[in-house]
């Protein structure tokens, strides 16, 4: 397959999976359990520069950066609903290609497809 047929193909999978995973916002759908998790420790940074509860406990290093990243977005677009799911749109759209490249490495192109579809949907 020619290469620039296999990044056509993965940049349809991205932008299918990016309008999937933002409408998802737009449509306003609950929030996943690891968004709203995310979301309660970011805000925490926010407020204090740490990531913990109320009663002084945290969760240790286990997901701090994606804590961090959140915590960024809400520094850079407010404490919304929308700013707090768009770390989890992003890097969920970018693991579309991720997945991709790894699949392709240990094993073929049409798997790397497959693999690239399943997380796209």
């Not at 850079?76 to 768009?86: A, D, K, N, Q």
Request: hydrophobic letters at 50%.
């Amino acid at each position: 397959m020619h290469k620039y047929k296999i990044n056509i193909i993965l940049l349809i999978l991205f932008l299918i999976g990016f309008a999937l995973r933002f409408s998802s916002i737009s449509q306003q759908l609950s929030y996943w359990n690891d968004e709203s998790h995310a979301a309660f420790f970011a805000r925490a940074i926010t407020q204090t520069g740490i990531p913990q509860t109320p009663s002084g406990s945290g969760t240790g290093i286990y997901p701090i950066g994606f804590y961090y990243v959140t915590a960024l977005f809400f520094k850079l677009f407010g404490i919304t609903e929308l700013s707090g799911r768009l770390p989890s749109v992003l890097i969920g759209s970018l693991l579309i290609i991720v997945i991709f490249w790894i699949t392709k490495k240990v094993s073929d192109t049409k798997s790397a497809f497959l693999a690239s579809f399943l997380m796209a949907f």
